[in-house]
């Protein structure tokens, strides 16, 4: 896959974040939303869907394995879905660009259909493991050939009918959980998905919400999931909720910058994804929630967010997966509280969109902060509110994460903080450096 010219970005400081924005829809309830009306019989409308890159490649293999799915000029996104066991084969590879979420839950799709489909994706997404879904895929009856060290690019040759399976995830990880829940729709029998560690619950809420025959138990193995497959899905009517994960990186700015206050509209607040406000709290951050609602089926509220003094902590290791894709951005909170700030347990940011460990002690250290390296996380000595020293240049490394949570860095940093490419935030939040600009002054 060819990727696109650098996209190189300069933030110069900020002397204060203001206004409110809205944070765009949820990329894990996006893709899904996509993925379970493409299999529903009959029109699913989805308002706030994320028109990221991410889940634009999610839209072109449903479309490639046979849905209609098109985009109103309202911004509502029609989708008529083929029926479980309906997915047509799909005529050629199927590009996914940076991302994870789209392989991973596209693999458990195609792995019990009639079909093959090969998979492939930007050098970042080629460098991820899939062995973590290939073997459960594979126990199901699948037949995968994965390029070495079970890498993209991948062919899927679906099992059909395939063989239900009980499976204790050996990682807390929700896309391999959500894709031996979407194989099993077309498998007969029961298949049971076993979670010892809590991950987003995305999946079993909107499998629930499109009449899937589905139990969650809590047990003393962990969370059961118990999936009935060979049954039809109804199509919905879906309103997504804002991403957490993309709040974030306001909670951040505004925290950090002195004079800021901030609403952050449409914040989706499932307990799943809702780690980073409470290590935020612990750290002393002012978030106020507003207007609490339902949206989707989802708790969603807006915060206010005000600058604060924040303190170094220890991260407690069991809130790492509810806030997984939220660790560069607390680094980067970190760096400006008062003292040490230790967050480790998080092993798994070593094989997301970048090693998140390595990359962020490389920007943050090129930008005067101390950091020490763990296998599982860094430890960080703050500047106690001071500006940073800044003035590095940051490897985005094709990481949309990294690219955002390092421009949060530069808003208060002594000298302008430079990004080689923030090309990736594409990805997840193509609107990102507009809301920036609108929050405050100073990127160039
Ligand atoms: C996601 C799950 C997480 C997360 C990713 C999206 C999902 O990955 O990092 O950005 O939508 O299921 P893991 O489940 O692999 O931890």
Redesign the pocket.
Known sequence: MTHPPARPVTIEPSTGLHGRIRVPGD??IS?RSLMLSALAVGESRVEGLLEGEDVLATAAAMRAMGAQIERGEDGVWRIHGVGVGGLLQPAQALDMGNS??STRLLMGLVASHPITATFAGDASLSGRPMARVIDPLSTMGADITASPGGKLPLMVRGMCPAIPIEYTLPV?????K?AILLAALNTPGITRVIEPVP??D?SERMLAGFGANLTVEATTRGRVISLHGEAGLKPQSIVVPGDPSSAAFWLVAASIVPGSDIVVENVGLNPTRAGLIAVSRLMGADITELNPRDVGGEPVADLRVRHAALTGIEVPHDIA?SM??EYPVLFVAAAFAQGRTIARGAH?LRV?ESDRIAAMRDALEANGVACEEHDDGLTIDGSGGEAIPGGGRVASKLDHRIAMSMAVAGLHAAKPVSIDDAGPVATSYPAFFDQLAQLCRGVR
Request: charged content about 25%; glycine content about 6%; overall charge positive.
């Open positions: 990329k894990s893709h994870g979420t807390a990880s929700a896309q391999v959500s991950t987003r995305h997966p997984i894709d798994e997301k």
